[in-house]
T-cell receptor
Framework: AQTVTQSQPEMSVQEAETVTLSCTYD???????LFWYKQPPSRQMILVIR??????QNATENRFSVNFQKAAKSFSLKISDSQLGDAAMYFC????????FGAGTRLTVKP | ETGVTQSPTHLIKTRGQQVTLRCSSQ?????VSWYQQALGQGPQFIFQ???????GRGNFPPRFSGLQFPNYSSELNVNALELDDSALYLC??????????????FGSGTRLTVV
């Protein structure tokens, strides 16, 4: 069974600084997708970034980028130039058929 | 393009009762998944429906059941409610395997409280 582990329940970053959220996963598959979702207090999950496992190049979306290490089964999210609006719960997710989530990391952004 | 809509947004039920939650998927999406998210936790996969058939299920008892309709909307039914069923229930729609890389579109959830 696929499992997703986020080892940082809470993280804090100063506005305009950079923060990295960690995620590891367990799978025996070679073809799958990985995602980071953001969940603000409004509750709706918002897709931040996605990564195809067969691509070695790390995905980037504006201030958000990932460090994907397939052999290590690691998928971390880097947020650059943090903004107050980035404060939220962040979930790492694995998908082959259905999608499985980690327990989440609560990110606080300090002004 | 409409998103995923869920109803109701909040619900209070008594232990032992039954509840039905509803979800309208995003236009063009043929797969619907349901998740239970306890307070402060990550979403836990309940089940997934594709073309009106369940095609994946997480570690939830049979009293959690679902339906998907020809228009791809869906219902989650929970029988014999327990206090631990209190949670946010999220519905997500997506394309089937051919579009799996594009992730899910989530609704805002139904907050269920069992008293």
């Amino acid at each position: 069974a696929q499992t997703v582990t986020q080892s940082q329940p809470e993280m804090s970053v100063q506005e305009a600084e950079t923060v990295t959220l960690s995620c590891t996963y367990d799978t025996s598959e070679s073809d799958y997708y990985l995602f980071w979702y953001k969940q603000p207090p409004s509750r709706q999950m918002i897709l931040v970034i996605r990564q195809e496992a067969y691509k070695q190049q790390n995905a980037t979306e504006n201030r958000f980028s990932v460090n994907f290490q397939k052999a290590a089964k690691s998928f971390s999210l880097k947020i650059s130039d943090s903004q107050l609006g980035d404060a939220a719960m962040y979930f790492c997710a694995y998908r082959r058929n259905d999608m499985r989530f980690g327990a989440g990391t609560r990110l606080t952004v300090k002004p | 393009e409409t998103g995923v809509t869920q109803s109701p947004t909040h619900l209070i039920k008594t232990r032992g009762q039954q509840v039905t939650l509803r979800c309208s998927s995003q236009s063009g999406h043929n797969t619907v998944s349901w998740y239970q998210q306890a307070l402060g936790q990550g979403p836990q996969f309940i089940f997934q429906y594709y073309r009106e058939e369940e095609n994946g299920r997480g570690n939830f008892p049979p009293r959690f059941s679902g339906l998907q309709f020809p228009n791809y909307s869906s219902e989650l039914n929970v029988n014999a409610l327990e206090l631990d069923d209190s949670a946010l229930y999220l519905c997500a729609s997506s394309l089937a395997w051919q579009g799996v890389g594009y992730g899910y579109t989530f609704g805002s959830g139904t907050r269920l409280t069992v008293v």
